[in-house]
């Protein structure tokens, strides 16, 4: 018999270059891994990846949780579902457990990706900046051959961002580049109409999050009216119930939803979110949610399994760290790929 023991440890990671959104700017990171041996071989590494602002835990529940996991794992393999409200926390444990059963460390989900077979084509992120520094990331996402764009918005003037995607998008149609936009909820009830419909003609893919979470009211009518399609995102962080779920799609009806496991509880929620939404037509993609190569890779293991009909994921912050996990992922040519042969780093995890 197997004896399995867990033990879990905390790392920062660095930024290369800070991090700003609409809400705040990132210079650095924690996240905390939780790693289960036996016979002191390593078994399964799942990531906590809690982001301030954003998860409803707290680092101390999450310190606390990880502690009482490590007393009882059993309990909590067999019963995930006690995680429910820390769902970070779950899905670092629905790691573990996804890769405790394929016995194989690192391929939770084992396939043509994680066989090397197939390539996820994902979007180029670009992250806030001044006109200028926004310019040059463009450009180099373009020269490292992205077909999709997407850019965030909301943190310097509007008329600059909107001189910006004129400028990209005279320069290439929507059948040469396609443009998403994540405002991160910049947007107020007030102007969202109308700066929507600015950048209409500019042919937008989507944009993320225009207004605030919990605006229902507001948020309904833009779905159903906007000029361009909205995604959810913020808005999904925290229902965590079949009911909450079904509410919020049957009321705001949005285009599509962005799915970050470490957010919203994990696989197994993200699996029922798409379940829901596939029903009422309504479409997805998945995001990383600026976790180290560890839950990048599982992330991207589980949504290969997934029909996204060839349309660009959210999978490559990886290369946002100068502290990273060194990995079997790499990106060419706008897709992340899984390098089977390729030696991980697991020292931090050994001691």
């Not at 820390?86 to 043509?112: C, H, N, R, W, Y």
């Not at 779905?223 to 119930?241: F, Q």
């Not at 399994?305 to 660009?312: F, I, S, V, Y």
Request: hydrophobic share 40%; aromatic share 8%; with cysteine.
């Amino acid at each position: 018999m197997i004896v399995l023991q867990a033990s879990w440890k905390k790392y920062l990671l660095h930024f290369k270059f800070a991090a700003k959104t609409s809400r705040n700017t990132l210079h650095q990171r924690p996240v905390w891994f939780l790693i289960v041996k036996s016979n002191d071989k390593i078994r399964a590494i799942g990531e906590c990846a809690y982001l301030s602002g954003l998860s409803p835990e707290s680092e101390n529940e999450i310190e606390k949780g990880l502690t009482e996991i490590c007393k009882n794992l059993q309990s909590f393999l067999d019963f995930p579902d006690q995680l429910n409200n820390l769902p970070s926390l779950k899905m670092a444990m629905e790691m573990v457990i996804t890769s405790l059963k394929s016995g194989a460390l690192l391929q939770p989900f084992p396939g043509d990706f994680a066989d090397s077979k197939k390539c996820i084509p994902i979007n180029g992120l670009v992250w806030m900046g001044d006109v200028s520094q926004m310019r040059i990331r463009i450009q180099n996402k373009i020269e490292e051959g992205y077909k999709c764009i997407k850019l965030k918005i909301g943190g310097i003037n509007f008329d600059e961002e909107w001189q910006l995607l004129h400028t990209l998008r005279e320069r290439f149609t929507p059948d040469e580049l396609e443009l998403r936009l994540d405002a991160n909820g910049a947007f107020s009830a007030d102007d969202v109409d109308d700066k929507l419909h600015k950048l209409a003609p500019l042919g937008i893919h989507s944009i993320e999050q225009p207004i605030k979470a919990k605006l229902w009211q507001k948020m309904a009518e833009l779905c159903k009216n906007s000029v361009i399609p909205i995604a959810l995102d913020e808005e999904l962080i925290g229902v965590n119930t079949r009911y909450e779920k079904v509410q919020l799609l049957d009321t705001l009806k949005p285009a599509y939803i962005i799915l970050k496991p470490s957010l919203l509880g994990g696989f197994s929620s993200c699996d029922e979110w798409i379940d829901l939404a596939s029903e009422r037509n309504i479409g997805f993609w998945a995001t990383s949610a600026l976790e180290s190569n560890i839950g990048l890779n599982a992330i991207s293991q589980w949504v290969s399994h997934k029909d996204t009909a060839g349309m660009p994921q959210g999978l490559g912050t990886g290369q946002l760290y100068t502290n990273n996990i060194a990995s079997a992922l790499h990106i060419k040519n706008g897709k992340i790929c899984f390098e089977k042969n390729a030696v991980w780093d697991l020292s931090l995890f050994e001691n």
